[in-house]
């Protein structure tokens, strides 16, 4: 881990931040398996010290923000053109008014943009995006094209994952002649190499809304979501009586499967505010990793019997036509229809890999009426209020 360091210390000296104008290259996406080494985290709940001076939308004189494991930025103003490879930080940007100034996401497929049809006002030209990952990894040559102010990502996660063909080269490059990185991966907390602070969903979103003078923003949306999440909990029924359930990704006709773990990250966050059991506690089986691409087998999953099924990967279906590809198919299956989740029809969909404020909201009210649905029914909250928040500010 000593290169980690090094690499860290090198990456934590603070670089201005200085907004441009250049123009934009379109890209396409494609659907990819699972959190796989192109990338796919809820992490410790400590509060963050990063604070401003600013008002929000003045962008008057610098200002400072902090965030491992990049560490401390100067802005002279709010970036205007950003890019990032995680959608939950894509997501963050639209939730706090500036996806205006969004130009990329790592994989276009894994960015669920569907939830702001619902939300009147709220949107994103998704096909204006210029996807990263490709079928070489990541080209350098698209950091110059996009001439971001600012690089929203984890310059270590580039460097890791072996897929993206980039070196510590590549990002020293580009933090010093295009834009300066500043992120932290945390939908996942299982990667060895990620040996410092991780940061929740709403702590990182705090951080993103001081990077671009939102704050205000930040803090009606979150007392919108802690009421919503504490309303939710009050209805729910006593811990032993909730179930407990195994997390995997699997493709249209699984016979095998990536497992998770329901432990730190942002992509687990529902799972954990609706306080479910993890099906793979106690049997030594890990969660993934970049690492660690480890499979069970419906053999493993009638040991564990879990009682319920969640799926990755199947996002962009309807829970209709997830039932009648994967759960169909497992109910016709000779092992996995012995399964008591596939029996008792309580497998679903497990969720988008990248959350944000907005897709966080709309994922945990699914999972709320999927795992509950005799102590929940309709919209859990209100759209129109969100969409407020978004469009108008607090």
């Not at 099924?309 to 996002?315: D, P």
Request: aromatic share 10%; net charge negative.
């Amino acid at each position: 881990m000593t290169s980690n360091r090094t690499r860290r210390a090198v990456l934590a000296t603070g670089t201005a931040a200085l907004v441009g104008l250049a123009g934009c290259v379109s890209g396409t996406g494609r659907e990819e398996d699972p959190d796989s080494n192109d990338g796919n985290g809820n992490g410790n709940e400590t509060g963050n010290e990063n604070s401003s001076d600013t008002d929000e939308n003045e962008g008057n004189g610098s200002y400072s923000v902090t965030m491992e494991p990049v560490g401390t930025l100067e802005f002279d103003q709010p970036p205007e053109r950003w890019a990032t490879y995680f959608p939950g930080y894509a997501d963050m940007g639209v939730t706090l008014g500036v996806g205006d100034g969004l130009l990329s996401v790592g994989n276009l497929p894994r960015y669920h943009t569907q939830h702001y049809d619902e939300l009147e006002g709220v949107s994103v030209e998704k096909d204006d995006l210029v996807q990263l990952i490709g079928e070489g990894g990541i080209d350098k040559e698209v950091f110059y094209e996009l001439e971001a102010d600012l690089h929203l990502m984890d310059p270590n996660w580039l460097i890791e994952n072996g897929a993206f063909n980039l070196e510590q080269s590549d990002v020293d490059e580009i933090s010093t002649e295009i834009a300066p990185f500043m992120g932290n991966v945390i939908f996942r907390q299982t990667d060895p190499w990620h040996d410092y602070r991780y940061y929740s969903l709403y702590e990182a979103f705090e951080i993103v809304a001081q990077i671009f003078q939102r704050e205000e923003r930040y803090e009606a949306f979150k007392s919108f979501h802690d009421e919503f999440i504490a309303d939710v909990q009050a209805e729910l029924p006593p811990e032993s009586e909730r179930p407990s359930a195994l997390l995997v990704w699997g493709g249209e006709e699984p016979e095998a499967f990536s497992p998770y773990r329901l432990g730190e990250g942002t992509s687990k966050k529902q799972w954990r505010d609706l306080g479910i059991g993890d099906a793979l506690e106690g049997t030594g089986v890990d969660g993934l990793s970049t690492d660690d691409r480890g499979q069970i087998d419906y053999e493993t999953m009638l040991e564990v019997d879990p009682d319920v099924l969640l799926v990755r990967g199947h996002e962009a279906k309807s829970a209709e036509e997830f039932e009648d590809s994967v759960l169909a198919f497992m109910q016709d299956h000779p092992m996995a229809s012995d399964l008591a989740a596939v029996q008792n029809e309580r497998v679903f969909r497990g969720g988008p890999l990248y959350q944000g404020p907005i897709i966080n909201l709309f994922t945990t009210e699914r999972a709320a009426l999927e795992l509950f649905p005799d102590r929940f029914e309709g919209d859990l909250f209100d759209r129109e209020r969100v969409a407020e928040i978004v469009t108008d500010g607090p």
